[in-house]
């Protein structure tokens, strides 16, 4: 299983970013996929999560921000976040899921998913 992760960069707060996360090597469909962050010093948190359904769960942090979204015929995962702030500023990574819970569950304790790309960073500068 593979996820690669890309479209981190720079940029200004009140600016717009889109990471994409590309699946390979796994059955996409059925699973829960999400975006999850760690900030220097501070420990990995849930941003956002999909379900199989389209279903979209955010963090509260980031909730009216960001959206999250996906192409499961080309097991591609996306996030688009504007009004960024300078405390979103972390390294990004999204991480897939075998679903037993329900998604806010899962992005209420980052450490359960499967599998994890390598991450992406986002610097919002003020």
């Known amino acids: 299983v593979q996820l690669v992760e890309s479209g981190g960069g720079s940029v200004q707060s009140g600016g717009s970013l889109r990471l994409s996360c590309v699946v390979s090597?796994?059955?996409?469909?059925?699973?829960?996929v999400a975006w999850l962050r760690q900030a220097p010093g501070k420990e990995r948190e849930g941003v956002a999560i999909?379900?199989?359904?389209?279903?979209?769960t955010y963090a509260a942090s980031v909730k009216g921000r960001f959206t999250i979204s996906q192409d499961n015929a080309k097991s591609t995962l996306s996030l688009q976040m504007d009004s960024l702030k300078p405390e979103d500023t972390a390294m990004y990574y999204c991480?897939?899921?075998?679903?037993?819970?329900?998604?806010?569950?899962?992005?209420?304790?980052?450490?359960?998913?499967?599998?994890w790309g390598q991450g992406t960073q986002v610097t919002v500068s003020s």
């Open positions: 991480a897939t899921k075998t679903p037993t819970y329900s998604a806010d569950w899962y992005l209420a304790r980052p450490w359960s998913f499967d599998y």
């Open positions: 999909i379900t199989n359904d389209g279903t979209a």
């Open positions: 090597g796994y059955t996409y469909s059925g699973y829960y």
